[in-house]
């Protein structure tokens, strides 16, 4: 299975088209509304709740963005929908609520965020939502598990790996040695069988995305574009970018 073309065909717009200075906060509703208005894909985060939900959000805490504290893991869908986004009305959303509210005008780039302990509620949840959703939708993780979870439980959904060319920074220095090797390179490709490969654009080129483009035919995407420099760099090794802090020209 090959990564549809639509999915590379526009800019995929990073949490949603959001705007702090005009009140649009990433990954809340009118984030995907403007995103929608400008025909552009969604990327978005997903976390589990405590009873199970698939929660559109970035942060593994609350607090960033949203009002509330502790561990989205540690509260229910109910209480999360209750909590608004800092200085506006508007609150979190399911997965299945921005699936409704996309209603399948624009591709979905969903990612499920991770705690590689192996648990995989998650992914069940997405499947359950994507197997009643008509629209365009791709699922990605950074976490290789993960995305071995969606071929396995979603056989049929086109999937990616998040990656970069090396983990060494303070936000992966959560993982052991093993975990973060096992990330490099790309090398549990023929285990995952990505369909195409989103790759932070600071390390952009590098040998693993270029043979996965060039040699097994998976897209590109560089994430996550910003300025003018890695907008080209996007263009010249990638095959299209995901964006924020900026609107492309149609």
Partial sequence: ???PDW?????????????????????????ARAAVAGDFAIECDIQLSADGEAMVHHDHELGRLTEGS???????????????FKNT???MMTL????GLV?????????????????????KRMAEVLSSYSGPAVGMSFDPDQVLALRETMPNLTRGIVAQRTY?????????????DSMLHLRHGFQTRPHFVAFWVNQLPAPAPWIARNVF??????????????????????????????????
């Avoid at 999915?7 to 984030?31: C, K, Q, S």
Wanted: hydrophobic share 40%; aromatic share 8%; proline share 5%.
């Fill in 103 to 123: 209603a399948g005008r624009v591709p979905l780039v969903i990612e499920v965020k991770s705690y590689f302990n192996g648990d995989r509620r998650l992914v």
């Fill in 217 to 250: 035919g998976c897209p590109l995407l560089a994430w996550t574009v910003r300025t003018p420099e890695q907008r080209q760099a996007a263009g010249r090794y990638a095959d299209q970018m995901i964006f924020e802090g900026f609107t492309p020209e149609a």
């Fill in 70 to 84: 502790g561990y989205l893991i540690e509260k229910t869908a109910a209480e999360l929908k209750e909590l608004s």
């Fill in 96 to 99: 299945a609520d921005l699936c």
């Fill in 7 to 31: 999915l590379t065909a526009r800019p995929v717009a990073h949490r949603g088209l959001h705007d702090i200075a005009r009140g649009v906060v990433e990954n809340m509703p009118a984030a």
């Fill in 1 to 3: 299975m090959r990564a």
């Fill in 168 to 180: 060494e920074d303070g936000y992966w220095e959560k993982l052991t040695r093993a975990q973060r």
């Fill in 89 to 91: 009305d508007e609150r």
